[in-house]
């Protein structure tokens, strides 16, 4: 039976696939990506499949997965801390557990974050304040442009909230959409060497673990607090729970000028750049969109547990799941005239 994008994605929708490309090696990737651009044929190169929403008309072109599960130390002391580098197919999660074991640390709220090493620069993944821009060193890429192997450096990546350099080479204009021009072969971390973790910088993750922010704890006791507040929001897969059929958090956080008045109650952090952010799970539910809201006879709605995620109740098609985040989408604007933007790359389809 042919694969389905379905099959190969989180939110578990998405119809049928042309061509799967399973690669062993660095050459294979780059030997897949190169015969489909050069055939004009669209490229997903895919991980888990967790922050994707795929057409139910299916994908075209040709899917490349990274089959290799690679971590390798090149360095590791007291003073130079570990520097560690992992092929793009490796299990997010399993780097996080192999970091913890060893005593790397500033991962470890990163803990239980689905997919693939490969995609976690693509849009700088966060979670209970750490981002893997804190430790990434090096990506090295395949330049779909330029043709050949190159290492960008931290400096060159553009990291920012939930976006980088690779991520905004996607742009649906430039023609290498759904995947970015630069596919990712392999992430370079930098760690330091602690059994501590790095300081708790998240308010309801050093609440959990009974300590203040900026303090430090065991990095073994901060994955397993992430992993219960992410399991009581859903946001750890389980396929036997509906709320974790999902791409996480469907809209990013909006982050607005200065002087944008935000409704009253509304959060407002710093963003850094001089510009302020607030709560996409916030203005839904302000909205009138509570946990659990679904259209009527749709099998898509948010999850019961989390606002933010929108959820695949069993059999929802991609149109189900478009339609809610087109109702939800507008309801904040027309609420509040704030836009939300999709987190999760779109393939074959558009908000
Ligand atoms: C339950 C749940 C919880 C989540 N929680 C979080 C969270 O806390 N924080 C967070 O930031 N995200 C979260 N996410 C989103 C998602 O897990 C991350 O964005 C993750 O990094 C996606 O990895 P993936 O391998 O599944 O990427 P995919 O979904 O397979 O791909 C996503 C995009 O990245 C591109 N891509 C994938 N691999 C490569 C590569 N090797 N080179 C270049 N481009 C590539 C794809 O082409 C596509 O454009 C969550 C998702 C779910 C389902």
Redesign the pocket.
């Known amino acids: 039976m042919t694969a389905t994008l379905a099959d190969l994605?989180?939110?578990r929708v998405g119809g049928p696939l042309a061509t799967v490309v399973d690669a062993e090696s660095e050459a294979e990737i780059v030997d897949a990506v190169t015969t489909a651009d050069d055939a004009g044929e669209p490229v997903?190169?895919?991980?888990?499949?967790?922050?994707?929403l795929a057409a139910d008309s299916g994908f075209p072109g040709v899917v490349v997965r990274?089959a290799r599960r690679e971590v390798v130390v090149e360095s590791e002391d007291a003073c130079g801390g570990a520097a560690v580098w992992a092929s793009?197919?490796m299990p997010?999660d399993d780097v996080v557990v192999r970091a913890v074991a060893e005593g790397w640390t500033g991962i470890e709220a990163?803990s239980?974050?689905?997919?693939?090493t490969?995609?976690?620069p693509?849009?700088?993944?966060?979670?209970y304040g750490q981002e893997v821009g804190d430790v990434l060193a090096s990506v090295r890429?395949w330049d779909r442009q330029e043709r050949r192997v190159r290492t960008l450096a931290r400096a060159e990546l553009g990291l920012g909230y939930?976006t980088s350099a690779?991520k905004r080479s996607?742009g649906r204009d430039a023609g290498w959409y759904?995947?970015?021009r630069?596919?990712?072969?392999r992430v370079m971390f930098q760690m330091r060497l602690a059994s501590l973790s790095a300081p708790i910088q998240y308010a309801e993750l050093a609440r959990t673990l009974g300590v203040g922010v900026g303090d430090r704890v065991d990095s073994a006791e901060v994955r397993s607090a992430v992993l219960g507040l992410?399991r009581s929001k859903?946001?750890?897969?389980d396929a036997a729970d509906h709320d974790?059929w999902?791409?996480?958090?469907f809209f990013t956080n909006p982050v607005l000028p200065p002087d944008t008045p935000l409704p009253e109650g509304a959060p407002r952090f710093e963003s850094g750049d001089g510009r302020i952010k607030t709560s996409a799970a916030w203005l839904i539910q302000a909205a009138g969109f509570a946990k659990g809201f679904a259209l009527d006879g749709s099998s898509a709605s948010l999850s019961t547990k989390h606002a933010l995620?929108l959820t695949n109740r069993g059999g929802a098609t991609a149109a189900d799941l478009l339609a809610l985040a087109r109702v939800v989408r507008d309801g904040v604007r027309d609420s509040f005239g704030i836009a939300l933007e999709p987190?999760?790359?779109l393939v074959g389809l558009e908000l």
Do not use: H, Y
């Open positions: 994605t989180t939110l997903l190169v895919l991980g888990g499949g967790s922050n994707v990274d793009a197919g997010w990163l239980g974050i689905p997919g693939s490969g995609a976690t693509v849009q700088n993944v966060g979670a890429t939930r690779l996607l759904p995947t970015p630069f596919v990712v072969l992410r859903g946001m750890v897969l974790t999902s791409a996480g958090s995620a987190e999760p790359v």
